[in-house]
């Protein structure tokens, strides 16, 4: 079973800056395609960034890019989002993504964390 471990929102102002990790344990003998989504209170949630297992791969959603960045360690499934200039609108619940691949079926799900809370005030 692999569990996600979501760390590092707060309440930041407007223009500042915070690193969100995302920290994976249990059984992981691969690497995983992973990803940040956030949702805000009434709205969907939504998927903000992702990169690939190898790390050389990532995307951004239009409303983050250029402010956004995702990385994860080498060689295992932590992940970060480092995340500047917020704005108001950043504000929501940020959640890691695992997308888990079976080894005995090659089956795939996918694992989520608890969230953190991220308030950008005005």
């Known amino acids: 079973q692999v569990q996600l471990v979501e760390s590092g929102g707060g309440l930041v102002q407007a223009g500042g800056s915070l690193r969100l990790s995302c920290r994976t344990s249990?059984?992981?003998?691969?690497?995983?395609?992973m990803g940040w989504f956030r949702q805000a209170p009434g709205r969907e949630r939504e998927r903000v960034a992702a990169?690939?297992?190898?790390?050389?791969?990532?995307a951004y959603a239009d409303s983050v890019k250029g402010r956004f960045t995702i990385s994860r360690d080498k060689g295992k499934n932590n992940v970060y989002l480092q995340i500047t200039s917020l704005k108001p609108e950043d504000t929501a619940v940020y959640y890691c993504?695992?997308?888990?691949?079976?080894?005995?079926?090659?089956?795939?799900?996918?694992?989520w964390g608890q969230g953190t809370q991220v308030t950008v005030s005005s």
């Open positions: 990169i690939v297992g190898s790390g050389t791969g990532t």
């Open positions: 993504k695992s997308a888990v691949v079976i080894v005995a079926t090659l089956g795939e799900y996918d694992q």
């Open positions: 249990g059984r992981t003998s691969m690497l995983y395609d």
